[in-house]
C-alpha cells in the first residue's frame, strides 16, 4: 500500500519525456511558415487597397459604394469555403503530416494569386470577369482554409515550450509584412500612375509578384521535415506494432493515428467542445479587429470620410508598421506573463475605447487620424502576437490540426471575413459611420468572455507532446527539479504515514513550480 502510495505520488520526469529543440530546424520551420503567410497576406493586402479599382474593373455599371460592396461581397466569398478548406486539410494534416500539407496549400495560394492578375475585365467578356475573380477567390480561401492552422501548428510543435509565444509571433509578423508590402506596393502605384492607368493595368502588377513569392515560399516548404510531436506520435505507434503486445494506452494512440478524418472530427466536437467555444471567441476578437484595420479601414476613410485615397493608404500603412515594430515584442512578453492577461486586458480596452478612437479617425486631416489608427494597431497587435503560441495548445497533438482548422476557420468565416462586407453595408444604410466602432466592442466583449474560460499555457508542453527546451543542459535541470520535487513529496507522503495520516491515492496534489515541466495529458 506504501508502494502504491509513492509511485502514484512521485511521478517525475525522465530524460526521454522532454526534447532538445534542434535550431536550425527550428529556424526553418518559422521562416518556411511565416513566409507562408507572408504570402497570403500580400494577396490580402493588395485586395483590400485596390478594391475601389477592381470595383471599377469588374462591376463597373454599379454605383461606387454598390462597387465597393460587390467587391467586399467577393472578398467574403473566400472565406465561405475556408471551412470546407479545414475540414479537408486539417484533419489530413493529422494524418499525413503537417509539411505535406502546407506545401500544397502554398501552391494553390500561390496560382490562384497569380491568376488573379490576368483576369480580364468586365468590358472585355462581361459577366464571365466577375464569376472568373470569384473562381479565384474561392480556390484562395479553400487553400486558406489549411494554411494558418497548420502553420501555427507547425510552429507551436517545434518551438521550445519557454519561448513559444515569441517563435510563434514571426508567423503573424509575416502576416503584417505581407499585408504592408501588398498595400505599400498598391500605395506606390496609387502615386505614380493616373486613376485611368491604374483601373487599365496598373492594379495587375502586384498579382503578378504574387508567383515568384510562391515559388520561394514552396521552396522552402519542400525542405522541411516533420514536427517532432507528430513523429513522437508516429514513432510510438510503430514501436507498439513492432511489440505486438500493445498496452491499451498504445493501443488507443494506434486507433486514432488510424482514424478516418470523419472520426477526427467527431471526436474533436464532442469531446473537445470546451476548447473549440474558447478558440472561436478568441479568433472573433482577433479577426474582426484585423480585417476591420487592414480591409475595411482604408476603404472607409476614402469612402465613407471622404479622405483621398493615398491619406487612407499611408495611414494604415503606418498602423501596420506599427504592428510589425512590436509584434514580436508582445509574443515576448505572453511568454513572460501569460497569453491571457494579453487577451484580457486587450478585449477590454477595444471595448472601452473603440467609439473615441473612430471619432478621432473621422476628424480629418493627419495627426488625430493617425492617433486614431496608431490606437487601432495596438489593440491589434495584443492579439496578433499572442494567437499563434495560444490556439494550438487548446488541441491534443492528434487532432491539434484539425481542430485548430474547423474551429479557426469557422470563426472567420462567419465574423472576420465577412467584416469588410457587413461594416459597409451597415454604414450605407443607417449611415452611422461609428457603426464600425460598435461592432469592435462586440468583438471585444465576446473576446474577454472567451479569455476568462482560457486556461494558461504560457511555458507548459502542448497537450500530448513531450516537454520542448533549448538546449541538454535545460533539459537535465528540468529533470533535476523534477526528480527533486518527487522525492519532496514522496517523503511527505512517508511522513503523514509516521504521523498515522493515510493520504488517498488519487486525491490530486499541487505540483508548485515544477508543475509548468510536467507532461500535460
Same mark, same amino acid.
Given at each position: 500500500? *506504501?508502494?502504491?502510495?509513492?509511485?502514484?505520488?512521485?511521478?517525475?520526469?525522465?530524460?526521454?519525456?522532454?526534447?532538445?529543440?534542434?535550431?536550425?530546424?527550428?529556424? !526553418?520551420?518559422?521562416?518556411?511558415?511565416?513566409?507562408?503567410?507572408?504570402?497570403?497576406?500580400?494577396?490580402?493586402?493588395?485586395?483590400?487597397?485596390?478594391?475601389?479599382?477592381?470595383?471599377?474593373?469588374?462591376?463597373?455599371?454599379?454605383?461606387?459604394?454598390? +462597387? *465597393?460592396? $460587390?467587391?467586399?461581397?467577393?472578398?467574403?466569398?473566400?472565406?465561405?469555403?475556408?471551412?470546407?478548406?479545414?475540414?479537408?486539410?486539417?484533419?489530413?494534416?493529422? !494524418?499525413?503530416?503537417?509539411?505535406? *500539407?502546407?506545401?500544397?496549400?502554398?501552391?494553390?495560394?500561390?496560382?490562384?494569386?497569380?491568376?488573379?492578375?490576368?483576369?480580364?475585365?468586365?468590358?472585355?467578356?462581361?459577366?464571365?470577369?466577375?464569376?472568373?475573380?470569384?473562381?479565384?477567390?474561392?480556390?484562395?480561401?479553400?487553400?486558406?482554409?489549411?494554411?494558418?492552422?497548420?502553420?501555427?501548428?507547425?510552429?507551436?510543435?517545434?518551438?521550445?515550450?519557454?519561448?513559444?509565444?515569441?517563435?510563434?509571433?514571426?508567423?503573424?509578423?509575416?502576416?503584417?509584412?505581407?499585408?504592408?508590402?501588398? $498595400?505599400?506596393?498598391?500605395?506606390?502605384?496609387?502615386?505614380?500612375?493616373?486613376?485611368?492607368?491604374?483601373?487599365?493595368?496598373?492594379?495587375?502588377?502586384?498579382?503578378?509578384?504574387?508567383?515568384?513569392?510562391?515559388?520561394?515560399?514552396?521552396?522552402?516548404?519542400?525542405?522541411?521535415?516533420?514536427?517532432?510531436?507528430?513523429?513522437?506520435?508516429?514513432?510510438?505507434?510503430?514501436?507498439?506494432?513492432? !511489440?505486438?503486445?500493445?498496452?491499451?494506452?498504445?493501443?488507443?494512440?494506434?486507433?486514432?493515428?488510424?482514424?478516418?478524418?470523419?472520426?477526427?472530427?467527431?471526436?474533436?466536437?464532442? +469531446?473537445?467542445?470546451?476548447?473549440?467555444?474558447?478558440?472561436?471567441?478568441?479568433?472573433?476578437?482577433?479577426?474582426?479587429?484585423?480585417?476591420?484595420?487592414?480591409?475595411?479601414?482604408?476603404?472607409?476613410?476614402?469612402?465613407?470620410?471622404?479622405?483621398?485615397?493615398?491619406?487612407?493608404?499611408?495611414? *494604415?500603412?503606418?498602423?501596420?508598421?506599427?504592428?510589425?515594430?512590436?509584434?514580436?515584442?508582445?509574443?515576448? $512578453?505572453?511568454?513572460?506573463?501569460? !497569453?491571457?492577461?494579453?487577451?484580457?486586458?486587450?478585449?477590454?480596452?477595444?471595448?472601452?475605447?473603440?467609439?473615441?478612437?473612430?471619432?478621432?479617425?473621422?476628424?480629418?486631416?493627419?495627426?488625430?487620424?493617425?492617433?486614431?489608427?496608431?490606437?487601432?494597431?495596438?489593440?491589434?497587435?495584443?492579439?496578433?502576437?499572442?494567437?499563434?503560441?495560444?490556439?494550438?495548445?487548446?488541441?491534443?497533438?492528434?487532432?491539434?490540426?484539425?481542430?485548430?482548422?474547423?474551429?479557426?476557420?469557422? $470563426?472567420?468565416?462567419?465574423?472576420?471575413?465577412?467584416?469588410?462586407?457587413?461594416?459597409?453595408?451597415?454604414?450605407?444604410?443607417?449611415?452611422?459611420?461609428?457603426?464600425?466602432?460598435?461592432?469592435?466592442?462586440?468583438?471585444?466583449?465576446?473576446?474577454?468572455?472567451?479569455?476568462?474560460?482560457?486556461?494558461?499555457?504560457?511555458?507548459?508542453?502542448?497537450?500530448?507532446?513531450?516537454?520542448?527546451?533549448?538546449?541538454?543542459?535545460?533539459?537535465?535541470?528540468?529533470?533535476?527539479?523534477?526528480?527533486?520535487?518527487?522525492?519532496?513529496?514522496?517523503?511527505?507522503?512517508?511522513? +503523514?504515514?509516521?504521523?498515522?495520516?493515510?493520504?488517498?491515492?488519487?486525491?490530486?496534489?499541487?505540483?508548485?513550480?515544477?508543475?509548468? +515541466?510536467?507532461?500535460?495529458?
Amino acid at each position: 500500500m *506504501v508502494r502504491t502510495l509513492l509511485r502514484r505520488r512521485k511521478k517525475s520526469l525522465s530524460p526521454d519525456d522532454v526534447k532538445v529543440a534542434d535550431k536550425p530546424a527550428v529556424r !526553418r520551420a518559422v521562416s518556411a511558415a511565416a513566409l507562408g503567410n507572408t504570402m497570403e497576406w500580400f494577396d490580402f493586402g493588395v485586395y483590400a487597397y485596390v478594391a475601389a479599382t477592381l470595383g471599377k474593373v469588374f462591376f463597373p455599371s454599379s454605383s461606387p459604394g454598390a +462597387q *465597393v460592396i $460587390s467587391t467586399f461581397a467577393t472578398f467574403a466569398a473566400a472565406f465561405v469555403v475556408r471551412p470546407l478548406g479545414g475540414l479537408v486539410f486539417g484533419p489530413l494534416g493529422d !494524418r499525413v503530416g503537417r509539411q505535406k *500539407v502546407l506545401a500544397v496549400t502554398m501552391i494553390m495560394m500561390a496560382i490562384s494569386t497569380l491568376a488573379v492578375g490576368f483576369l480580364p475585365g468586365y468590358k472585355s467578356i462581361g459577366l464571365a470577369a466577375p464569376i472568373l475573380l470569384l473562381l479565384c477567390r474561392l480556390v484562395q480561401g479553400f487553400s486558406t482554409g489549411g494554411e494558418y492552422a497548420g502553420a501555427t501548428t507547425y510552429i507551436a510543435e517545434y518551438s521550445p515550450d519557454r519561448i513559444r509565444g515569441f517563435l510563434g509571433s514571426w508567423l503573424d509578423f509575416g502576416t503584417f509584412v505581407g499585408y504592408s508590402l501588398g $498595400s505599400g506596393m498598391v500605395t506606390v502605384l496609387t502615386g505614380v500612375l493616373s486613376e485611368d492607368q491604374m483601373v487599365d493595368w496598373g492594379w495587375r502588377i502586384p498579382f503578378y509578384v504574387a508567383g515568384p513569392l510562391g515559388l520561394i515560399g514552396l521552396y522552402m516548404r519542400l525542405r522541411l521535415d516533420e514536427t517532432p510531436a507528430f513523429q513522437e506520435a508516429e514513432e510510438r505507434g510503430r514501436e507498439a506494432v513492432a !511489440r505486438g503486445g500493445a498496452t491499451p494506452e498504445e493501443e488507443e494512440r494506434l486507433e486514432q493515428a488510424r482514424m478516418s478524418g470523419k472520426g477526427r472530427l467527431k471526436e474533436v466536437i464532442t +469531446q473537445h467542445w470546451q476548447a473549440m467555444l474558447v478558440c472561436i471567441g478568441l479568433v472573433l476578437l482577433y479577426n474582426v479587429t484585423n480585417y476591420m484595420v487592414t480591409s475595411y479601414l482604408p476603404t472607409y476613410m476614402s469612402t465613407t470620410l471622404g479622405e483621398p485615397d493615398l491619406t487612407a493608404q499611408l495611414l *494604415v500603412l503606418g498602423t501596420m508598421v506599427l504592428v510589425v515594430l512590436t509584434i514580436t515584442a508582445v509574443g515576448r $512578453s505572453s511568454d513572460r506573463y501569460g !497569453r491571457r492577461p494579453l487577451f484580457l486586458w486587450g478585449g477590454a480596452a477595444m471595448v472601452v475605447f473603440s467609439v473615441p478612437v473612430f471619432q478621432l479617425i473621422r476628424q480629418g486631416g493627419i495627426i488625430l487620424p493617425a492617433i486614431g489608427c496608431a490606437i487601432l494597431g495596438l489593440f491589434l497587435v495584443c492579439f496578433a502576437g499572442t494567437s499563434a503560441a495560444t490556439l494550438p495548445a487548446l488541441f491534443p497533438t492528434h487532432l491539434r490540426y484539425g481542430g485548430l482548422s474547423l474551429a479557426f476557420n469557422f $470563426s472567420v468565416s462567419l465574423f472576420g471575413g465577412t467584416t469588410p462586407l457587413v461594416a459597409s453595408a451597415l454604414v450605407n444604410t443607417t449611415g452611422n459611420e461609428l457603426v464600425p466602432a460598435y461592432y469592435l466592442m462586440a468583438a471585444g466583449a465576446i473576446g474577454v468572455v472567451s479569455a476568462l474560460f482560457l486556461r494558461e499555457t504560457a511555458g507548459k508542453p502542448l497537450r500530448g507532446s513531450s516537454a520542448m527546451v533549448e538546449s541538454e543542459e535545460e533539459a537535465r535541470e528540468m529533470v533535476a527539479r523534477s526528480r527533486t520535487h518527487a522525492g519532496r513529496r514522496a517523503r511527505d507522503i512517508w511522513l +503523514q504515514l509516521r504521523r498515522g495520516h493515510l493520504p488517498h491515492p488519487h486525491l490530486p496534489h499541487r505540483s508548485g513550480k515544477s508543475g509548468r +515541466q510536467d507532461r500535460q495529458d
